[in-house]
Antibody
Framework: QVQLVQSGAEVKKPGASVKVSCKAS????????FNWVRQAPGQGLEWMGR????????KYSQKVQGRLTMTTDTSTSTAYMELRDLRSDDTALYFC?????????WGQGTLVTVSS | QSVLTQPPSASGTPGQRVTISCSGS????????VYWYQQFPGTAPKLLIS???QRPSGVPDRFSGSKSGTSASLAISGLRSEDEADYHC????????????FGGGTKLTVL
């Protein structure tokens, strides 16, 4: 069965970077792309970007463009999301979600807290 | 500020039918499919409805989706206590807001 397992919670200071991983299993990794979605406390969901696994093409939301980098490692079937220059309003639960999107397959979420 | 507009809260009593609305525009709901998710606190969203009104396998037929113009609705009939959760709508968007936009979520309380 398809499983997406994300890395653990992170606490970062403003201006730092965070890298969250999403390890996939149960299917052929290069057959589907990944999306990253975040949810600030008490808020709705926000699409951040998408990466195509077979060629690494990316598309980012305008809100995080310039601070966000998505990558994949096909040797370990893992997708990564790195967000730089963190601000307090980046505090959120971050999810990876496999294509087709919007769809069934989501990671369990990684809480990123930005606090001085 | 979410691109799609949902009421922040809704409520009903067990057995009742409740509806949750989702309002968008011609660049999203007006021309693309709508999706609905159910989410419990601290967990990942679960897909309830895809393609405006299609229930994935395993989703009870108490849940149904509909769309008219630039608005969509999720209906839950025979309300149960376990339906108390947050509900989110989503749609592809053809403008610079996209490609996928979400509503702000609706907290459903079963009284």
């Amino acid at each position: 069965q398809v499983q997406l397992v994300q890395s653990g919670a992170e606490v970062k200071k403003p201006g730092a970077s965070v890298k969250v991983s999403c390890k996939a299993s149960g299917y052929t990794f290069t057959s589907y792309g990944f999306n990253w979605v975040r949810q600030a406390p008490g808020q709705g969901l926000e699409w951040m970007g998408r990466i195509t696994t077979y060629n690494g093409n990316t598309k980012y939301s305008q809100k995080v463009q310039g601070r966000l980098t998505m990558t994949t490692d096909t040797s370990t079937s893992t997708a990564y999301m790195e967000l730089r220059d963190l601000r307090s309003d980046d505090t959120a639960l971050y999810f990876c979600a496999r294509d087709p999107f919007p769809g069934h397959y989501w990671g369990q979420g990684t809480l990123v807290t930005v606090s001085s | 500020q979410s691109v799609l507009t949902q009421p922040p809260s809704a409520s009903g009593t067990p057995g009742q039918r409740v509806t949750i609305s989702c309002s968008g525009s011609s660049s999203n709901i007006g021309t693309n499919y709508v999706y609905w998710y159910q989410q419990f606190p601290g967990t990942a969203p679960k897909l309830l409805i895809s393609g405006d009104n299609q229930r994935p396998s395993g989703v009870p037929d108490r849940f149904s989706g509909s769309k008219s113009g630039t608005s969509a609705s999720l209906a839950i009939s025979g309300l149960r206590s376990e339906d108390e959760a947050d509900y989110h709508c989503a749609a592809w968007d053809d403008s610079l807001s996209g490609p996928v936009v979400f509503g702000g979520g609706t907290k459903l309380t079963v009284l």
